[in-house]
């Protein structure tokens, strides 16, 4: 079975600093879709950056990256230029590709930005 | 507006009491699913349907029921309420259970049980 691993339940950074989320995962799967999701106090559960673990490049989208490394098995997010709207729960999710897949979710990480 | 409705938003139901949750999308979305959201859990699949008439079970389906006799609706339904499962329950929906596209949640459902 698939596992999401978030070592750091808990981080903090300064307004404007440069922060990373680490997820790692197992499995024995080749084809296969990792996610961040992003869920701000409001509850609401809402989608960062995604990768398809076929491709090479890094994903990211605007002030989110990530760096992928599929023989470590490692997904971690990049936040730059961090602003106070980014604190929020950060959970990372693997998808498998192949056959009926779900979305398996990591424990979370929860990002303080502190001004 | 196109998204996944839930309600209620909140609940208080008393030991042995059922109840539904309701979840609705208007994406046209083959695949649904519930997740429950404890601390320190992260979230954790319930119940999921890759289309009207097909269920199956998640990693943490015992006290829950689903049927799902229409594309746009995925009830759950809880048969006798025990305080285990205060909780916050997402459904989630998409256009097939594995896509790059991921998935769109509902806006939750906090359920207390006492």
């Known amino acids: 079975a698939q596992t999401v691993t978030q070592s750091q339940p808990e981080m903090s950074v300064q307004e404007a600093e440069t922060v990373t989320l680490s997820c790692t995962y197992d499995?024995?799967?080749?084809?296969?879709?990792l996610f961040w999701y992003k869920q701000p106090p409001s509850r609401q559960m809402i989608l960062v950056i995604r990768?398809?673990?076929?491709?090479?490049q890094n994903a990211t989208e605007n002030r989110f990256s990530v760096n992928f490394q599929k023989a470590a098995k490692s997904f971690s997010l990049k936040i730059s230029d961090s602003q106070l709207g980014d604190t929020a729960m950060y959970f990372c999710?693997?998808?498998?590709?192949?056959?009926?897949?779900?979305?398996?979710f990591g424990k979370g990480t929860k990002l303080s930005v502190k001004p | 507006n196109a998204g996944v409705t839930q309600t209620p938003k909140f609940q208080v139901l008393k030991t042995g009491q059922s109840m539904t949750l309701q979840c609705a999308q208007d994406?046209?979305?083959?695949?649904m699913s519930w997740y429950r959201q404890d601390p320190g859990m992260g979230l954790r699949l319930i119940h999921y349907?890759?289309?009207?008439?097909?269920?199956d079970q998640g990693e943490v389906p015992n006290g829950y029921n689903v049927s799902r006799s229409t594309t746009e609706d995925f009830p759950l339904r809880l048969l006798s309420a025990a305080p285990s499962q205060t909780s916050v329950y997402f459904c989630a929906s998409s256009y097939s259970g594995q896509s790059i596209r991921g998935y769109t949640f509902g806006s939750g459902t906090r359920l207390t049980v006492v």
């Open positions: 999710a693997f998808m498998n590709g192949g056959s009926q897949g779900n979305l398996i």
């Open positions: 499995t024995s799967e080749s084809n296969y879709y």
């Open positions: 990768q398809e673990a076929y491709k090479q």
């Open positions: 994406m046209n979305h083959e695949y």
């Open positions: 349907s890759v289309g009207a008439g097909i269920t």
